[in-house]
């Protein structure tokens, strides 16, 4: 089944201690992305992958690191975390190159709940 | 700034009813609008797009009318459904040219539809 998935699904964590949510898509895609969801903020761009080795900052990649050593995973990693980081993070892929219809469908992970106290 | 606006942020409808999502965008560029549609533990996932070329795109109940004068584009949910209690997000994005562009989502409407 073609499919994004993320490790771990929930986590309550305490203030500075290192932790990373896993991805991986077994769909071969090259660009993956990492979104958080915030009520009343909708969906926002943390950082995203166009390919193996090249990451760019979305819109709130403060607090965050990602690296993409294989296709399939995208990590993302909270080296000290604090409670703003407390949030339901998504992981996202898509293939590219997309002059066809319909390329840019982005598939999502389930979904990481993340508490920090 | 926000490149895509949603609204209304929470719908209640009942069943048999209608329900409208708007959103709003300025950047003229962009030329792909699909609708992302979440329920609770999912992640978001594509319901439904338009291409600005076309006015109207109808899947089942679900039908996305798309004013390109307006810069405006919005989700009506015919005979809704309880079932279709979700999160709906609108997104824009730019297709055209060697690289695929980055999606900007609307900050969401929660849909809830009373038995």
């Known amino acids: 089944e073609a499919q994004v998935t993320q490790n771990p699904r929930y986590l309550i964590t305490v203030t500075g201690k290192k932790l990373t949510v896993t991805c991986s898509q077994n769909?071969?895609?090259?660009?993956m992305s990492w979104y958080r969801q915030d009520p009343g903020l909708g969906l926002r761009q943390i950082y995203y992958?166009?390919?193996?080795?090249?990451?760019d900052k979305g819109d709130v990649p403060e607090g965050y690191k990602v690296s993409r050593k294989e296709k399939r995973n995208f990590p993302l990693i909270l080296e000290s975390p604090s409670p703003n980081q407390t949030s339901l993070y998504f992981c996202?892929?898509?293939?590219?190159?997309?002059?066809?219809?319909?390329?840019?469908?982005?598939?999502f992970g389930a979904g990481s709940r993340l508490t920090v106290l | 700034q926000q490149q895509v606006k949603q609204s209304p942020q929470s719908l209640i409808v009942q069943k048999g009813g209608i329900s409208i999502i708007n959103c709003a965008y300025e950047?003229?560029?962009?030329?792909?609008f699909p609708w992302y549609q979440q329920f609770p533990g999912k992640g978001p996932a594509l319901l439904i797009a338009?291409?600005?070329?076309?006015s109207e795109k109808k899947e089942g109940r679900f039908t996305i009318s798309f004013n390109k004068s307006a810069k405006q584009f919005s989700l009506h949910i015919m005979d809704s459904q309880p079932g279709d209690s979700a999160t709906y997000f609108c997104?824009?994005?730019?297709?055209?040219?060697?690289?695929?562009?980055?999606?900007?989502f609307g900050r969401g409407t929660q849909l809830t539809v009373w038995p």
């Open positions: 769909m071969n895609h090259e660009y």
């Open positions: 950047n003229t560029a962009f030329d792909y």
């Open positions: 992958s166009m390919n193996v080795e090249v990451t």
């Open positions: 997104a824009a994005s730019i297709e055209r040219g060697s690289t695929l562009g980055r999606l900007y």
């Open positions: 996202a892929s898509r293939r590219d190159r997309g002059s066809q219809s319909g390329a840019n469908v982005l598939t």
């Open positions: 338009i291409r600005p070329d076309v």
